[in-house]
């Protein structure tokens, strides 16, 4: 049973720093592209960062520059480092993977930046 499991979200002011880790089990973590989404109230979830198998990262431009996806495949964790946060970064953040032709999300982590 594939689970993802995020951590790390929290409160902090516009200019500061968070973590976020998403813990995955149940799939061969090395084998796998990882995915940070988020979601803002009212609006639809987007795609903010991704890192292949191999370690390359692709962002969106909102967050290009500010945020560095990594992984750790001994750990089977992915992490989003977000720094210089914005209001507009305030979202639920969602780890995702694709494995077996199935998508699986996270219960999620609450980001809330204040200005």
Do not use: H
Request: glycine share 12%.
């Amino acid at each position: 049973q594939v689970q993802l499991v995020e951590s790390g979200g929290g409160l902090v002011q516009a200019g500061g720093s968070l973590r976020l880790s998403c813990a995955a089990s149940g799939i061969i973590f090395r084998d796998n592209a990882m995915d940070w989404y988020r979601q803002a109230p009212g609006k639809q979830r987007e795609w903010v960062a991704g890192i292949t198998k191999g370690g390359s990262a692709n962002y969106a431009d909102s967050v290009k520059g500010r945020f560095t996806i990594s992984r750790d495949n001994a750990k089977n964790t992915v992490y989003l480092q977000m720094n210089s946060l914005k209001p507009e970064d305030t979202a639920v953040y969602y780890c995702n993977v694709v494995s077996m032709a199935r998508n699986y999300w996270g219960q999620g982590t609450q980001v809330t930046v204040s200005s």
